[in-house]
């Protein structure tokens, strides 16, 4: 049974860091890029970051460039997001997930909120 | 990097058939065959429902259709049920820094 388990969210001040994790299992975790996307209360799906395979390219969007990294360690089977200068606009639950082509690998999610 | 858009919602009775529609640029959409559309009830992670524009992974009713024409996808749900009624959102590959994109969401009311 294929598994991704977030953990790492809770509540932080702006401008707080906080580092989620993502341990993955039951797929060849190493075959995929993975990927982090969000989505704050109420609103819609957005993209933050992706990795390729082995780690060696990665993807932010525009909203977290140079304040989120992305990495991953594939002998552990797990996805990492450090998160810096947060912001409240990063409040969101944010899910980590695998995908290529008819496969597609999503967590439940570990909620973030930014507030003082 | 924009979203897709997709309309806020929609909505039909059961039996029917509705379409989401989903519009992007030349730089997503309408350059790559890789638009996926996802569905999402409350509290939950998204569901692959259609990948690549209209192939469906295994184990999704055949209720559920894909096709794209220029910039705009499109997600056909035919014999709406009641477990239909969910949010669904597109998503495609981009060119542009970020390696996927996604539409606003459409809610899906079945009456």
């Known amino acids: 049974e294929v598994q991704l388990v977030e953990s790492g969210g809770g509540l932080v001040q702006p401008g707080g860091s906080l580092r989620l994790s993502c341990s993955a299992s039951g797929f060849t975790f190493n075959n995929y890029a993975m990927h982090w996307v969000r989505q704050a209360p109420g609103k819609g799906l957005e993209y933050v970051s992706g990795?390729?395979?082995?780690?060696?390219?990665?993807y932010y969007a525009d909203s977290v460039k140079g304040r989120f990294t992305i990495s991953r360690d594939n002998p552990e089977n797990t996805l990492y997001l450090q998160m810096s200068s947060l912001r409240r606009e990063d409040t969101a639950v944010y899910f980590c997930?695998?995908?290529?082509?008819?496969?597609?690998?999503w967590g439940q999610g570990t909620l973030v909120t930014v507030s003082s | 990097q924009s979203a897709l858009t997709q309309p806020a919602s929609v909505s039909g009775s059961p039996g029917q058939s509705i379409t989401i529609s989903c519009t992007g640029t030349s730089s997503d959409v309408g350059y790559y065959n890789y638009v996926s559309w996802y569905q999402q009830h409350p509290g939950k992670a998204p569901k692959l429902m259609i990948y690549d524009v209209s192939n469906r992974p295994s184990g999704i009713s055949d209720r559920f259709s894909g096709s794209k024409s220029g910039n705009t996808a499109s997600l056909t749900i035919s014999g709406l049920q009641a477990e239909d009624e969910a949010d669904y959102y597109c998503?495609?590959?981009?060119?542009?820094?970020?390696?996927?994109?996604f539409g606003g969401g459409t809610k899906l009311t079945v009456l």
């Open positions: 998503s495609s590959y981009t060119s542009i820094t970020t390696l996927e994109v």
């Open positions: 990795i390729s395979s082995n780690g060696g390219s990665t």
């Open positions: 997930a695998g995908w290529h082509s008819s496969s597609s690998y």
